[in-house]
T-cell receptor, first 113, second 110 residues
Framework: DAGITQSPRHKVTETGTPVTLRCHQT?????MYWYRQDPGHGLRLIHY???????DKGEVSDGYSVSRSKTEDFLLTLESATSSQTSVYFC????????????FGPGTRLTVT | EDQVTQSPEALRLQEGESSSLNCSYT??????LFWYRQDPGKGPEFLFT???AGEEKEKERLKATLTKKESFLHITAPKPEDSATYLC???????????FGKGTKLTVNP
């Protein structure tokens, strides 16, 4: 158990509305990641953070922004949700730079109608 | 470009019927290969890390092996509770990011 919680766990929203997903960890891990998982595509990295206020883009970052104001929280915002952003979103953490395995949260299922 | 390819996409076994899942990778400077298990509606659960060719790791009915180009996840005498999607991943060269394969969905019938 990596001590990761995600909220909300399920959300239905309308096209064009902003949405924020939260990832909270209790292990004081430096690195945090946001992925989306879709059938046929597997897990794809959206954004990641390597410290407070330090973030970088992943392979599918368009339409998403992130913020990390404290170690334990990493927020993912869909600025104006589209139907193509309907997906399952997972947060993950990694302890430090000497290890590379990541540990995942339970996921948030987001539906954009 | 770093890539991870898993095969087969889906595998159906009868309980007790042993088999293997494959993960082939292309990455410069391997810094580990990771296997995960994912149950429906849940996040991936970390299983193993392999670092060098010839290395093996075991957990219950699962054994992971690594060569210079691929990894195998051997499942011995599987049970229905082994049904899940199995993912493999490698660190992307020069970064703190992982590249994931698309997974193998394993179904074990009683």
């Amino acid at each position: 158990d990596a001590g990761i919680t995600q909220s909300p766990r399920h959300k239905v929203t309308e096209t064009g509305t902003p949405v924020t997903l939260r990832c909270h960890q209790t292990e004081n891990h430096r690195y945090m990641y946001w992925y989306r998982q879709d059938p046929g595509h597997g897990l794809r990295l959206i954004h990641y953070s390597y410290g407070v206020k330090d973030t970088d883009k992943g392979e599918v970052s368009d339409g998403y922004s992130v913020s990390r104001s404290k170690t334990e929280d990493f927020l993912l915002t869909l600025e104006s949700a589209t139907s193509s952003q309907t997906s399952v979103y997972f947060c993950a953490t990694k302890t430090g730079t000497l290890t590379y395995e990541q540990y995942f949260g339970p996921g948030t299922r987001l539906t954009v109608t | 470009e770093d890539q991870v390819t898993q095969s087969p996409e889906a595998l159906r076994l009868q309980e007790g019927e042993s088999s293997s899942l494959n993960c082939s990778y292309t990455v410069s400077g391997l810094r580990g290969l990771f296997w995960y298990r994912q149950d429906p509606g849940k996040g991936p659960e970390f299983l193993f890390t392999l670092y060098s060719a010839g290395e093996e790791k075991e957990k219950e009915r699962l054994k992971a092996t690594l060569t210079k180009k691929e990894s195998f996840l051997h499942i011995t005498a599987p049970k229905p509770e082994d049904s899940a999607t199995y993912l493999c991943a490698v660190p992307q060269g020069g970064s703190e990011k992982l590249v994931f394969g698309k997974g193998t969905k394993l179904t074990v019938n009683p």
